[in-house]
């Protein structure tokens, strides 16, 4: 849910019994789609490119379930990353597009990968912001916490705090570092400060059944990227503490897409250094998604 704007309309998507909700900005004759990312936040991490791309597109954003409007479940099947594509395409009939630029930030990644490669007559092209996508090096200072996620330790600094029983026990303080890690740029305070509010209106508990939830293999990635062929354009920072940036140039290399590596930035661009990604979108929209034809 974006806060603060008012939608040209509004509803919710049923997925059996569970709601997802979405938001319409603008009206233009073509439409772009903000895809949700990890459910850690919702759709207000893009909260600056909603009015930007409001005044000449059709914008649908949508929160994955998990947080904003949508509902929470625990289950961690109700996180595969299929189904979270196919709700996409679920808020698109119900938003009345037939076709869009679909647009991914981190975890996002994965469903807007679905998204290209299957569905190119509803998905014009696609934009990946920060991925965090199954190939690709992960980040060697994350390597020992993820093997441990699941055991209970006698220490959680640093990122031992990405573990599912400190989760259980200061859920607070696990948001404060992750996002202080999503913002590695100087004074950074105010954006992690957003991203930590968002993170409140979520739980431990729906957090760990996305990590449960099941995702892409990396064979499968691999395949997708390589079976691309809307245009693709890739930007990544490479100060990302979350994503290494080793990924985005695998994604562009594999899709034929554009790769703009933006220096000394991290792992969200799109709210940490808007104007400049906002406007590294305009120029990539321009050539292949102008809005006005």
Same mark, same amino acid.
Do not use: K
């Given at each position: 849910? /974006? ?16 709601? /997802?909700? +979405? ?6 004759? @073509? ?13 207000? &991490? ?32 109700? +996180? ?14 119900? =938003?009345? #597009?037939?076709? =869009? ?40 200072? @994350?390597?020992? !916490? ?19 029983? +400190? ?6 303080? &696990? ?7 999503? &913002? ?18 979520? !739980? =431990?508990?729906? /957090? ?19 079976? #691309? @062929? ?8 490479? =100060? ?19 790769? #703009? ?33």
């Amino acid at each position: 849910m /974006i806060v603060g704007q008012v939608p040209q309309s509004q509803g919710h998507v049923r997925r059996g019994d569970l709601r /997802i909700h +979405y938001q319409v900005f603008g009206s233009g004759p @073509r439409a772009i789609l903000l895809t949700p990312t990890w459910s850690l936040v919702h759709s207000d &991490f893009w909260r600056y490119q909603v009015p930007h791309f409001a005044e000449d597109y059709t914008v649908v954003v949508f929160d994955g379930l998990g947080n904003g409007g949508s509902d929470r479940p625990t289950v961690p099947e109700a +996180y595969a990353d299929r189904l979270f594509a196919a709700d996409a395409l679920s808020v698109l009939d119900a =938003a009345g #597009v037939d076709t =869009a630029v679909s647009m991914s930030v981190s975890a996002g990644a994965n469903w807007n990968l679905v998204l290209a490669a299957e569905h190119p007559d509803r998905i014009a092209g696609a934009v990946f912001i920060g991925s965090s996508l199954p190939f690709g090096p992960g980040q060697p200072h @994350r390597a020992a !916490s993820l093997e441990a996620f699941d055991e209970t330790l006698d220490s959680n600094e640093g990122w031992f705090m990405f573990n599912r029983d +400190y989760w259980r026990r200061d859920w607070s303080r &696990f948001l404060s570092f992750f996002f202080s890690q999503c &913002f590695t740029e100087p004074d950074s305070d105010r954006e992690i400060a957003h991203f930590v509010a968002m993170g409140e209106q979520t !739980s =431990a508990g729906v /957090i760990e059944a996305t990590v449960d939830a099941p995702g892409l293999g990396r064979q499968e990635a691999l395949e997708l990227a390589q079976s #691309v @062929r809307v245009p693709v354009l890739v930007i990544h920072g490479d =100060a990302d503490a979350i994503a290494n940036v080793e990924i985005g140039r695998q994604l562009a290399r594999l899709t034929g897409g554009e790769y #703009v590596e933006r220096p000394a930035e991290g792992h969200e661009p799109q709210s940490r250094n808007p104007a400049t990604t906002n406007a590294i979108i305009d120029r990539f929209l321009a050539q292949h998604y102008p809005a006005g034809a």
